[in-house]
């Protein structure tokens, strides 16, 4: 299975501080993607990352790739109360019809 | 350009009855998946449609669900005599198409439909 498996499950941070999440694959991937999910909300799109990029910024989001790990971090800075969701990373195989898998997501909670 | 409108956004169904679940992809989209949520869990893969055609329904269970994406109109996820165990959230999400067909993996997703069934 190509699924992402994101870790910690869980992670409580002050605001203020820096928030980092990874995500582990198993087989080779297309592009990895990272999206937030609100409670009750539906998934918004953060960032893409492809398998030939080491690393993307945007804003106070950065993402690294390490396929020779099959693992991606996501590091949230200067975290703020209105950070607080759920994290998912997202795979895209290398095959025409691969589907996009999901992992099951790092719960983020920032203390105020 | 509207997004990925799903409805309804809350459904309840009895038990034994069939729910209807929509998805309008965003404009000028031709690929569509459906995921299930149960709270506190992660997104699970159930179809993967292009227009009329179904990609990979891997994650759909056999009996009592079926998806389509006809060539005219939404995206319609049935379940046919739901469970207990149907109540979810119901993720749609719609991506574009790139070279020589393949899609665009960057997935634009809907508010989600809550089920419950009573």
């Known amino acids: 299975s190509q699924q992402g498996e994101e870790d910690p499950q869980a992670l409580s941070i002050q605001e203020g501080e820096n928030a980092t999440m990874n995500c582990s694959y198993k087989?080779?991937?297309?592009?990895l993607q990272w999206y937030r999910q609100n409670s009750g909300r539906g998934l918004v799109h953060l960032i893409l990352?492809?398998?030939?990029?080491r690393e993307k910024h945007s804003g106070r989001l950065r993402v690294t790739l390490d396929t020779s790990k099959k693992s991606s971090s996501l590091l949230i800075t200067a975290s703020r109360a209105a950070d607080t969701a759920s994290y998912f990373c997202?795979?895209?195989?290398?095959?025409?019809?691969?589907?996009?898998?999901f992992g099951k997501g790092t719960r983020l909670h920032i203390l105020p | 350009n509207a997004g990925v409108m799903q409805n309804p956004r809350h459904l309840v169904r009895r038990r034994g009855q069939e729910a209807r679940l929509r998805c309008s992809p965003m404009?000028?989209?031709?690929?569509v998946y459906w995921y299930r949520q149960l709270p506190e869990e992660g997104l699970k893969f159930m179809v993967y449609?292009?227009?009329?055609?179904?990609?990979?329904e891997s994650g759909m269970p056999k009996e009592r669900f079926s998806a389509e994406f006809p060539k005219e109109g939404p995206s319609i996820l049935r379940i046919q005599q739901v469970v207990r165990g149907d109540s979810a959230a119901y993720f749609c999400?719609?991506?574009?198409?790139?070279?020589?067909?393949?899609?665009?993996?960057?997935?634009?997703f809907g508010q989600g439909t809550r089920l419950t069934v009573v």
């Open positions: 999400a719609s991506s574009a198409t790139r070279d020589r067909g393949r899609r665009n993996t960057e997935a634009f």
């Open positions: 087989t080779s991937i297309n592009n």
């Open positions: 990352i492809r398998s030939n990029e």
């Open positions: 997202a795979t895209d195989g290398v095959n025409r019809d691969d589907k996009i898998i």
């Open positions: 404009k000028g989209h031709s690929h």
């Open positions: 449609l292009q227009k009329e055609n179904i990609i990979d």
